[in-house]
């Protein structure tokens, strides 16, 4: 009998230490197939640490986008509680500038170049194809369909466009 109790005891000492992916793996809780792995211990969930992987990579939530607005969106199973995504909602890949983090937040530092007043009344553009979106101006342009944006061969050919409020370096999202 007292084996038993001191038994209970160290297992009840060694489920409270569980504080990341492996030591929960080992106590032998079940395992996601997911990529990067989690593992479930008592509604806790942890997520396997791979070297070399930026963190938000692994963290087990991934950004969406609404496929109407545009509007971006965290879905997935993080260290807290899980949050299942919805049908209108479609993955979008994570970047280093542009990712979810733990906390189910959109992190964008994805860079939006304003166009100053001075770039609007020029009378050429240099002909250079280095694309960028030009994304509309919701006081000027009502949005039915996303992206409210288009890409224009160069920023000088964006800011031009009275419509275009500011634009980003890329190709504008289909």
Known sequence: MLQYIFSVIVSFYKESKIS???ECAAAGNPVGESYPRQ????????TEFIEGVEYWKQDGIFLTQNSETGEYACFGCGKTMCI????IMKPVE???KRYCNEDFEIIDEEEKHFCPPESRNVDAC?????PVC??????KIKCIKF???STYSNSCFACMDENVLYYTREVCPE
């Open 20 to 22: 990341n992916f492996e």
């Open 94 to 96: 994570e970047t280093p």
């Open 147 to 149: 992206p409210c944006a």
């Open 134 to 139: 030009g994304w509309s101006d919701p006081d």
């Open 126 to 130: 240099i002909e250079i194809y280095q």
């Open 39 to 46: 593992c479930i211990h008592k509604g806790k969930v942890f």
């Open 84 to 87: 299942d995504p919805i049908l």
